[in-house]
């Protein structure tokens, strides 16, 4: 990731707007800011939450609350809890979401 045209500043996220995003089962909240290529989101997943998508976006993402499975597409299964991270390129491989208790995230794709 390069970042180009991003002078210093601070986010107030309480005061980023809230869209709502139908997964398979449950619902995701997201909060997004745009810094030239690079998108910047707290996330939070309703419990039970089940992606509605296989995704290939490239991700570094890290747990804030709750528990989140990410399941790729050869089956493997990975469970991030509060403190944990991951990180995936564009078109690796392919993963999507799901949480049995909720989670919130914060992402930079």
Known sequence: ??????????????????TEHTGETGK???QT???GAIR???VEYTP???????CVKGHILMCMEG??????????VFTLKPGMSYQVADDAEPHRSRT????????VD
């Open 100 to 107: 049995q208790i909720g989670a919130k995230l914060f992402i």
């Open 33 to 35: 800011c745009h810094f």
């Open 48 to 54: 039970g939450y089940l992606a509605d998508h296989w």
């Open 1 to 18: 990731m390069e970042m180009k045209d991003c002078p210093f500043g601070t986010t107030d996220w309480a005061s980023i707007p809230r």
């Open 40 to 42: 910047v989101r707290m």
């Open 28 to 30: 995701a909240y997201w």
């Open 67 to 76: 528990e989140l499975e990410t399941e790729l597409a050869d089956g493997r």
